[in-house]
Nanobody, 124 residues
Framework: QVQLVESGGGLVQAGGSLRLSCAAS????????MGWFRQAPGKEREFVSA????????VYVDSVKGRFTISRDNAKNTVYLQMNSLKPEDTAVYYC?????????????????WGQGTQVTVSS
């Protein structure tokens, strides 16, 4: 069983930055593909970014390319999402997820464990 705990969300003005963290329990974090998803009110949960177990490969949804950066520190069992130039449309609950068998995939069905989420609100 893997537990994921997100932190770092909050209220920020448009153009500002936030850094989300996701701390994972367990000994095998370095073997998991990790991803970030978000869900805005009334919308489905959507893919934001993913990173391979080694950190060497990343993928992003088009709407955040050039503004968000995913990274991981396997020694700390933590994955990060640096979010810059935030826009009101980035407002959502952000979730991190771990995939045991798949590496930096976009499809949420491939993720086995999910955190509880952290709220990000961007004011205009």
């Amino acid at each position: 069983q893997v537990q994921l705990v997100e932190s770092g969300g909050g209220l920020v003005q448009a153009g500002g930055s936030l850094r989300l963290s996701c701390a994972a329990s367990g000994r095998f974090f370095s073997r998991y593909g990790m991803g970030w998803f978000r869900q805005a009110p009334g919308k489905e949960r959507e893919f934001v970014s993913a990173i391979s177990w080694s950190g060497g490969n990343t993928v992003y949804v088009d709407s955040v390319k050039g503004r968000f950066t995913i990274s991981r520190d396997n020694a700390k069992n933590t994955v990060y999402l640096q979010m810059n130039s935030l826009k009101p449309e980035d407002t959502a609950v952000y979730y991190c997820a771990a995939s045991i068998y798949s590496d930096y995939v976009k499809n949420r069905e491939f993720y086995d464990y999910w955190g509880q989420g952290t709220q990000v609100t961007v004011s205009s």
